[in-house]
Nanobody, 120 residues
Framework: QVQLVESGGGLVQPGGSLRLSCAASGNIFSIYAMGWYRQAPGKQRELVALITSNGSTNYGDSVKDRFTISRDNAKNTVYLQMNSLKPEDTAVYYC??????????????WGQGTQVTVSS
């Protein structure tokens, strides 16, 4: 079994910062892309940021130049540094990872989600 556990969400004022973490554990043979998605009430889940195993990154248009994704391969962990937060960033943030748990098994896994609320 593979688990993704997120942490770091919470309430922050507009203009503030938060750092999310997501650690993968369990039967892990290798991890490919890792990323963050978010879903606001009444909206579809959308890509926030993605990072490949070699460090290439991709960001959603609404977070470019404000958010930074990074990963620590030794710790099987991906991070999302969120700066200059806006009320429209309020959502549940989900970690996602493409993981090979054995030579024959490869799946995409989701974390349980962490709430980020940006409000004064």
């Amino acid at each position: 079994q593979v688990q993704l556990v997120e942490s770091g969400g919470g309430l922050v004022q507009p203009g503030g910062s938060l750092r999310l973490s997501c650690a993968a554990s369990g039967n892990i043979f290798s991890i490919y892309a890792m990323g963050w998605y978010r879903q606001a009430p009444g909206k579809q889940r959308e890509l926030v940021a993605l990072i490949t195993s070699n460090g290439s990154t991709n960001y959603g248009d609404s977070v470019k130049d404000r958010f930074t994704i990074s990963r620590d391969n030794a710790k099987n962990t991906v991070y999302l540094q969120m700066n200059s937060l806006k009320p429209e960033d309020t959502a549940v943030y989900y970690c996602n990872a493409d993981i090979k748990s054995s030579i024959y098994v490869r799946n995409r896994y989701w974390g349980q989600g962490t709430q980020v609320t940006v409000s004064s």
